[in-house]
């Protein structure tokens, strides 16, 4: 039989009915995600709940209330103004204190010339100006000057647009989608021409025309237009095609994340 040294735990002094009274707050847990806590397809990615009122997609697939998406640009481009602002401010800071350093470095190269051209006594050179700088170095007036700027350059420059919540790619008013949701009995987003219910399938959305509202319809009813590229439901011409971003699920077999871990100290 091995030391107990050398055995699995050996080290730890607690048993294992002790371990698991105290390791409430130690180790890394996880916990499945459900179907609710996932992205649902026709629903506000910011308000979170079904998207009717004048529903839009951005470039990269997600849909949103025009409302809710229009006020998070608002207040996004509000703040950046204000960061734009503060990283003018800074940068016009750090301009004077350069400045105002190369004129005290002139100032001081005339001072150094003009007193290298007097011819001073003597007695005058071993004059302490100030006898109690080498007596007490410690006091205040004294310390030399930091020559370190207190202004900062922030570390990037601020974008002129305001990421997307999702993607974070820039984004604008310009670039959103208005879509034609049509749902059932049920509250569920259907496909414009078979009338499926779309939870975790692809979904495509048929841009026709500026400024009419895109038809929502499965990526499988698309693939069978075969060389037709006008819109099943309204005989326009299709100009762009949207991937719009698929639903979630807890399965894995969905393909997104279905897992969450949060990692926390060991009890060692």
């Given amino acids: 039989m091995t030391r107990k040294s050398k055995q699995a735990g050996g080290n730890m002094p607690l048993t294992a009915v002790e371990r698991k009274k105290y390791s409430k707050g130690y180790g ?10 996932q992205y649902t397809f026709g629903h506000c990615a910011l308000s979170l709940h079904a998207a009717k009122d004048r529903p839009v997609a951005t470039p990269s697939g997600f849909i949103y209330e025009r409302a809710s998406i229009l006020e998070y640009l608002l207040t996004k481009t509000q703040e950046l103004k204000q960061e734009k602002y503060n990283y003018e401010k800074v940068l016009q800071q750090k ?3 350069e400045s105002q350093k190369e004129e005290l470095e002139r100032k001081e190269k005339v001072r150094s010339f003009e007193q ?3 011819v001073v006594s003597s007695k005058r050179q071993k004059t302490e100006v100030n006898p109690l700088k080498r007596t007490s170095y410690w ?7 930091s020559s ?6 922030p570390g990037r420059i601020p974008p002129t647009r305001p990421p997307s919540p999702n993607s974070l790619n820039p984004l604008g008013m310009k670039d959103l989608v208005e879509l034609n949701l049509k749902r059932n009995s049920d509250d569920q987003v259907v ?22 509202p895109a038809e929502v319809v499965l990526e499988q009813v698309y693939n069978n237009l075969g060389k037709e590229r006008n819109c099943p439901v309204t005989g326009k011409k299709i100009v762009k ?5 698929k639903g979630g ?3 894995a077999a969905a393909g997104g994340v279905v897992e969450a871990k949060t990692y926390r100290p060991t009890m060692t």
């Fill in 28 to 37: 890394t847990t996880k916990t499945r995600l459900s179907g609710i806590s």
């Fill in 191 to 212: 496909c414009a021409v078979s009338e499926k219910s779309i939870n975790t399938q692809q979904a495509i959305a048929l841009i026709t025309k500026k400024g009419k």
């Fill in 148 to 153: 370190e700027s207190t202004s900062k350059i």
């Fill in 241 to 245: 095609i949207l991937v719009l971003q």
């Fill in 249 to 251: 699920s807890s399965f």
């Fill in 116 to 118: 290298a051209q007097k």
């Fill in 95 to 97: 301009k004077d204190e």
């Fill in 139 to 145: 006091l205040a007036e004294f310390q030399p000057e």
